[in-house]
């Protein structure tokens, strides 16, 4: 395996700084019991002292469910360890537990449905929009692209080979439409939008901003759908997120074009502008400028973090669905960050050059990752060979950022 020689590495080895209270997203007492909120949000209260120890010998946190457990492991540094024990756990509940609700999710252009499970865990579930082997056609712009449910699979694993760590867990899984969905909801305005299509297959469009209507309708075969399922981060009543704007946001304009695509000295106003005067930040968005590279995602106007951490933390990579629509194409214009500030973190470089090696090649890797997946294969075989070419073209903007 050439993923576990990979994670066996010393450069995927440098320990983080000790993690003290303040830097846990929830201070825990393991001894502590916790009942999960019915309210139909994935809340959890801290019910009275439990007793140290549970009948069977366990303490209580033994029994918390793996999302759980997950959301109590985010700190600081990191969403999950390098070494999750929680990680083969959790992919699996996404793709094999009982859904016992399906709402959909508001907001957004496209639709996406909340779906929850016995245990109170919450996925978010986009729906297969098109086929691996669809590019996108070169006359769309980037703002009318469909997300891929393929897509959100594969950024998480690239993100994990990276060794960023920011994108929550995904996995995909097989969907049935009328017994997962339809019969299960409770969302009036969705339920009204199930109809059989003229093939016999079950359809439902949803209502959205842009892409729900009858000609976007999502039909299943006859009613099995793919999809991707993403572990929910803690909710927001219990652990705040801050949006930021990106520095590098495109226009979301047919012509206009944004201040850093006409200024090539835009970075220079950039690192004297909060947050990015002091600390990472700035290095931070400079990673997440590489992964959306490497997959060929334009669309990233905003991110967010943890509130609790303030700046001195790591930025969330959520929302990847419109990654890896052209193999054909590189857009090097979603290297601005890079080519204009001419900063990187020396870690990521090292594992970016080590990625580029025989051994440890990229698309290799990912491939591998991929492959364990219930839906795989996830990628066609040409966006894995593009990630060698597009990693090849970020060290060569690094090599003229050295030289320089």
Known sequence: SKLVALFEHPLYNIPIPEVTEKDKLFVVNPMEKFSLGSSGSNEWVSSSKAETLLPTGKTAYDTYPTWLKFHVGINRYELYPRQDPLLPTLLRDLATQRIISSVQKSGGTQLKLIMTFPDYGQALFKPMKQTRDQETPIDFFYFSDFERHNAEIAAFHLDRILDFRRIPPVSGRLVNITKEIRDITTDKKLAKTFFISPAGNICFYGECSYYCSTE??????????????????????????????????????????????????YCARVRKTPPYDRGHRLLDLIDMTIL???????????????????????????????????????????????????????????????????????SDLLREALAADPLAPILAEPHLQALDRRLGKVLVTVGHCLAR
Do not use: V
């Not at 930025?315 to 290297?335: A, K, Q, V, W, Y």
């Not at 470089?349 to 090696?357: D, E, G, N, P, V």
């Open 216 to 265: 976007h309708a999502l039909c299943g075969k006859p009613d099995r759908l793919e999809g991707s399922m993403a572990t929910l981060l803690p909710d927001k009543t219990l652990a705040k997120r801050r949006s930021w704007r990106s520095p590098w946001r495109r226009s979301y304009h047919k012509s206009k074009k944004a201040e850093w695509e006409l200024n090539p000295n």
């Open 292 to 362: 959306d590279f490497l997959m060929g995602n334009m669309d990233r106007h905003h991110y967010e973090t943890f509130e609790k951490f303030g700046n001195d933390t790591f930025l969330l990579h959520l929302d990847n669905g419109r990654g890896f629509g052209t193999h054909s194409r590189d857009e090097l214009s979603i290297l601005a960050p890079l080519q204009q500030c001419c900063s990187i973190k020396k870690s990521t470089y090292l594992r970016l050059q080590l990625l580029a090696t025989q051994p440890y090649r990229l």
